[in-house]
């Protein structure tokens, strides 16, 4: 049996936030912090090696049938990803499976000094990374793309959009939309010359499932309401999209100045929680120097943009933090998913 090696990246939303889940366009980022799952054969119990600050090993037995059990302690979420997975493949899986050594190591979305999760879609990532990790292993017909979009969703208990999930296949620079029938659908962007961006980090970690059940909340207690400000963010992200393709960078900056202040009111209507103290100190500072601050993705934790037609701007920003909370070395070439068998 090979023994393959995946990696796959996590991901920044640079538009779409929220508003994507019901159909708006959305456009993400990848960014070089990688998930990296290995797979090789053993001899003797399978086991599971989970990475992020420290390893830990989960031995465990898994069927055809999809069952899948840990014989000593359980890995949490990692061991319920696999779970999730091996459900998706029942009646394609091999009568008998290997015994093998899983490798998941995310150690590269935490914070190397004190182990914090920088809110940089690891979920996903690791998602596809094992995903495409077992569908070499099996050789298995079914579309990669499709196959990831199904684990991830029922891993989120069908929350979420699957921006993360596409942005951590194709890499680099996506324009991200749910059509009619919820189906995802994702074409490569250029980015426009002379925008420039830093993303910075809050510090702490945001509960993106948790925001979610807020905006359903809104959208439950006050549907008109919900429609209305999703509707505003809708339209602004479609607009943001065609300049993107003109590469225009002053309206796109106009533009994504008035995609935070949407943001603000779909906070201050549904209580969400996204624009934090920190979000919100960042944005003041980014305003004192002309440049255009917004959360990325749920906002509340996580990372920040800061957005100017202007490098000398952003490092006048920069200029002011640790470069432990700040993603300077992006670039919008990230690769994607990778596999190697050797």
Same mark, same amino acid.
């Not at 508003?19 to 054969?41: K, T, Y």
């Not at 049938?65 to 990692?78: I, K």
């Not at 914070?111 to 879609?121: E, F, H, I, V, W």
């Not at 906002?299 to 920069?318: E, H, N, P, R, Y």
């Given at each position: ?50 990475? $992020? ?77 094992? $995903? ?211």
């Amino acid at each position: 049996m090979p023994s393959i090696a995946v990696s796959a990246p996590g991901k920044l939303v640079i538009t779409g936030e929220y508003a994507v889940i019901d159909g708006a366009s959305a456009i993400a980022l990848a960014v070089n912090r990688r998930s990296r799952v290995s797979v090789s054969a053993t001899i003797g119990q399978s086991v599971l090696e989970v990475t $992020t600050s420290d390893t830990e090993r989960f031995p465990f037995i898994w069927q055809a049938d999809g069952s899948l059990e840990f014989t000593d302690n359980d890995p949490a979420e990692r061991g319920e990803l696999l779970r999730v997975l091996l459900e998706q493949l029942v009646g394609r899986l091999p009568a008998a499976l290997p015994d093998v050594v899983i490798s998941i190591d995310s150690s590269e979305f935490y914070l190397a000094t004190d182990g914090q999760k920088l809110g940089l879609g690891s979920s996903a990532a690791v998602c596809v990374s094992l $995903t495409a990790a077992l569908h070499a292993l099996f050789g298995l017909p079914d579309d990669l793309h499709q196959l990831c979009y199904d684990v991830h969703r029922q891993f989120q208990g069908g929350k979420g959009s699957g921006i993360d999930v596409a942005t951590s296949l194709h890499g680099g620079v996506i324009r991200f939309q749910l059509d009619a029938m919820g189906s995802p659908k994702s074409e490569a962007l250029s980015w426009p010359q002379g925008l420039y961006m830093l993303p910075v980090w809050t510090g702490h970690a945001a509960s993106t499932g948790q925001m979610l059940q807020r905006l359903d909340g809104l959208r439950e207690s006050n549907p008109a309401t919900y429609l209305s400000l999703i509707g505003e963010l809708t339209q602004i992200a479609g607009c943001f999209q065609e300049v993107w393709q003109r590469q225009n960078v002053p309206e796109l900056l106009d533009l994504l100045a008035t995609y935070r202040c949407g943001l603000n009111r779909l906070d201050e209507a549904a209580a969400v929680g996204i624009f934090s103290a920190e979000h919100v100190d960042f944005e003041h500072r980014a305003a004192a120097i002309g440049a255009v601050y917004k959360p990325s993705g749920a906002g509340g934790g996580d990372f920040g943009l800061v957005f100017s037609d202007s490098t000398a701007k952003i490092q006048q920003f920069a200029a002011n933090f640790d470069s432990a909370v700040m993603l300077p070395d992006w670039s919008p070439t990230v690769p994607g998913v990778e596999l190697r068998t050797d």
